[in-house]
């Protein structure tokens, strides 16, 4: 079983940044997807969530408006698109599957996204 990230780096702050989770070694389409984030001496945080579907979302308060969670069940991937980024935002960004049937997560080892001017 493999999650990787990719697509975090550097952005001024009012930008936008997209990234991508790829997994592998499991059925994709059977998990619900999240995004956590974590940033420098801090607790990790959730930040959106998708169904198994793609049909339902839900973000945390902080995020709201800002960002979009989405899902390609074909290509084995979720998304988290970030606009209007402050430098709150700058921390590691890791996605997790998750089975409510069996209770088994995966985590993948996370993106670095840094926000500031």
């Known amino acids: 079983v493999q999650l990787v990230e990719s697509g975090g780096g550097l952005v001024q702050p009012g930008g936008s940044l997209r990234v991508s989770c790829s997994g592998s070694?499991?059925?994709?389409?059977?998990?619900?997807m999240t995004w956590y984030r974590q940033a420098p001496g801090k607790e990790r945080e959730l930040v959106a969530t998708?169904?198994?579907?793609?049909?339902?979302?839900n973000y945390a308060d902080s995020v709201k408006g800002r960002f979009t969670i989405s899902r390609d069940n074909a290509k084995n991937t979720v998304n988290l698109q970030m606009n209007s980024l402050k430098p709150d935002d700058t921390a590691v960004y890791y996605c997790?599957?998750?089975?409510?049937?069996?209770?088994?997560?995966?985590w993948g080892k996370g993106t670095l996204v840094t926000v500031s001017s």
């Open positions: 997790r599957a998750s089975s409510r049937v069996t209770g088994i997560g995966y």
């Open positions: 070694g499991f059925t994709f389409s059977t998990y619900i």
């Open positions: 998708i169904s198994e579907d793609g049909s339902n979302m």
